[in-house]
Nanobody, 116 residues
Framework: QVQLVESGGGQVETGGSLRLSCAAS????????VGWYRQAPGKQRELVAS???????AYADSVKGRFTISRDSAKNTLYLQMNSLKPEDTATYYC??????????WGQGTQVTVSS
């Protein structure tokens, strides 16, 4: 069974950048339609970026132009480059397959906090 470990979160000021990583083990996670989700306190988990082995990324309107998703097939790892961060980007970020019918067990997530 695939295990997902997210890392790279932290606390930054508005306008700052972070690069998140999602290391997968136990299966070829990266060969699927995969993505980054985030969940802020009191809100539902939302998909903010997704990618397949043959396409470029797709993004939620709230992050388009600021976030870039990428994948390293050799490392079975997913990345999310986040630039021009805003306080509303504050959330716990998770990776998983983008098709909910194919969700693996969720990892612990990585916390991103953007201060104004």
């Amino acid at each position: 069974q695939v295990q997902l470990v997210e890392s790279g979160g932290g606390q930054v000021e508005t306008g700052g950048s972070l690069r998140l990583s999602c290391a997968a083990s136990g299966g070829r996670f990266i060969d699927y339609y995969v993505g980054w989700y985030r969940q802020a306190p009191g809100k539902q988990r939302e998909l903010v970026a997704s990618i397949t082995p043959t396409t470029t990324g797709a993004y939620a309107d709230s992050v388009k132009g600021r976030f870039t998703i990428s994948r390293d097939s050799a490392k079975n790892t997913l990345y999310l480059q986040m630039n021009s961060l805003k306080p509303e980007d504050t959330a716990t970020y998770y990776c998983n397959r983008a098709n909910r019918l194919q969700w693996a067990t969720w990892g612990q997530g990585t916390q991103v906090t953007v201060s104004s």
